[in-house]
């Protein structure tokens, strides 16, 4: 059975830091490229970051760029969002998605949500 869990969100305040995991069990994260993605209720889930299966190319959301930092651990089976000089509206539900390459391409999972708020 396939489940993916996050987990180290918490509450911080506006400046602070906190480090998002997202372990794997039933599947290997190396065939798979990883997202973040967050989701304040009633608005649209946004892709907050992403990092490929192949090479670790990662693209970043305009509003987290130079604040946020995606890295993958294989051995461990494991994506990290580092996450720095946190903000208000940073505050949100945010979810680890997990896309299959290759001959993995066609399966995609979805973690549960860690709640991050950020107070002023």
């Known amino acids: 059975q396939v489940q993916i869990v996050e987990s180290g969100g918490g509450l911080v305040q506006s400046g602070g830091s906190l480090r998002l995991s997202c372990a794997a069990s039933?599947?290997?994260?190396?065939?798979?490229?990883v997202n973040w993605f967050r989701q304040v209720p009633g608005n649209e889930r946004e892709l907050v970051a992403a990092?490929?299966?192949?090479?670790?190319?990662?693209n970043y959301a305009d509003s987290v760029k130079g604040r946020f930092t995606i890295t993958r651990d294989d051995f461990k089976n494991a994506v990290y969002l580092q996450m720095n000089n946190l903000k208000p509206e940073d505050t949100a539900v945010y979810y680890c998605?997990?896309?299959?390459?290759?001959?993995?391409?066609?399966?995609?999972?979805w973690g549960k949500g860690t709640l991050v708020t950020v107070s002023s």
């Open positions: 998605n997990a896309i299959g390459d290759g001959w993995y391409a066609g399966m995609e999972y």
């Open positions: 039933g599947l290997r994260f190396s065939g798979y490229a």
């Open positions: 990092i490929t299966a192949v090479g670790g190319s990662t």
